[in-house]
């Protein structure tokens, strides 16, 4: 009884994400824009830090 549960939420969930595929797709797109855009600051944080090291010396 136990296993029937987690299977039913999972059918419940590839029904949702397989009817919404417009949806899936805009949060795939956020979270590709949220990721690059952390890769992006981090790298220029970074360089930046480097840069100032540097001009101290």
């Known amino acids: 009884m136990l296993a029937v549960v987690p299977l039913q ?3 419940g969930l ?3 994400l397989t009817g919404n595929l417009i ?8 979270l590709l824009f949220v ?5 992006f600051v981090r790298r220029t944080l970074l360089s930046a830090a480097e840069g ?6």
């Open 52 to 57: 100032y090291q540097k001009g101290r010396k």
């Open 14 to 16: 590839v029904e949702f």
């Open 35 to 39: 990721f690059f855009s952390y890769l």
């Open 23 to 30: 949806f899936v797709g805009l949060v795939a797109i956020l």
């Open 9 to 11: 939420l999972l059918d």
